[in-house]
Structures are given as C-alpha cells and as structure tokens.
C-alpha cells in the first residue's frame, strides 16, 4: 500500500517557476518509477516527467530544458522543478507511482495555474 501526496501547486506568471513535491508513504520498497503527469481542462492527461529508480529521467519534448526531475530517497518524495512556465503548463499535475506486480499509485493532483 501507497500512498502519494502532492504540494507545491499555485499561481505564477508566466516565466515564473514553481517547484512541486510528492510525497510518499507506505510500502516504499515497492515502489519502481516515479513520475508526474499532467491534464489540462478539455486535454488527455500526458506523461510529464519520469524517474526511475535508478535515477534516469526522461521528460515530455514540451517541457524539456525547463522542468526537471529528481528524487530525495531520505525523505520518500519525488520533486518537480518548473521554469520558465508557460500558460500552456496549466493542468492539474499529478504524481504516480509504479510498484512491483504491476500497481500504479495516483495522487489526488495539485493545480498549477500560470497566468499574468
């Protein structure tokens, strides 16, 4: 059992950043890849960023070379570093988690408005 748990979100101009934390608890062991997704009013929810537990991360070709992903294992949360935001990163972001026999975890989403 997992449980994830999304901070970070707000309001923010465009070309601003904000950073947005997951934290998770429960059965940590279990966990493999990490990532973040996104859905914007009227779009499909899209992969953002991913993490492995190994430490590699691959990113959406739209949010490449502004977001990055990264993991603190001490403190069981996965973070998401936005710069140079833009009205189109707008959705409601959401962590998930992939752990052993095939399990996805979600969390209940944070809201990420950029808007001048």
């Known amino acids: 059992q997992v449980q994830l748990k999304e901070s970070g979100g707000g309001l923010v101009q465009p070309g601003g950043s904000l950073r947005l934390s997951c934290a998770a608890s429960g059965s940590i062991f279990s966990l493999k890849a990490m990532g973040w997704y996104r859905q914007a009013p009227g779009k499909q929810r899209e992969l953002v960023a991913v993490i492995t537990s190994g430490g590699s991360a691959n990113y959406a070709d739209s949010v490449k070379g502004r977001f990055t992903i990264s993991r603190d294992n001490a403190k069981n949360t996965v973070y998401l570093q936005m710069n140079s935001l833009k009205p189109e990163d707008t959705a409601v972001y959401y962590c998930?988690?992939?752990?052993?026999?095939?399990?996805?975890?979600w969390g209940q989403g944070t809201q990420v408005t950029v808007s001048s």
């Open positions: 998930t988690a992939s752990a052993s026999m095939g399990l996805r975890y």
